[in-house]
């Protein structure tokens, strides 16, 4: 990040870590709370090419891909938005 940002980013990068392990322990449901990344701004879900991949993959619910389907969001969702039950046979 010091390379990307300068070192007056660098204060961030305990804090990161503390995403890191909240994320361990809360899942995907921790991206409600925290949802932009403290050194970028970015959003978790959208990613930022340079330095991470979208989080949508992971959480697609936690980021809203049933609600709003974008390019970050997996394939399975959109085909989940047509669909009336779910992957397990349950309506929606």
Known sequence: IIA????????????TTG????????GCSY????P????TSSLWCNG???????LSYLC???CGCR??????CPLSCAL???????SYGYSR
């Open 4 to 15: 990307y940002y300068g070192s007056d980013r660098f204060e961030f990068a305990n804090y």
């Open 19 to 26: 995403v890191v392990d909240n994320m361990k322990r809360y």
């Open 31 to 34: 991206l409600k709370t925290l």
């Open 36 to 39: 932009h990344d403290p050194v």
């Open 48 to 54: 930022l090419e340079d330095l991470f991949s979208p």
């Open 60 to 62: 697609p619910e936690s």
């Open 67 to 72: 609600e709003t389907l974008s390019h970050k």
């Open 80 to 86: 989940n938005t047509t669909n009336t039950t779910n």
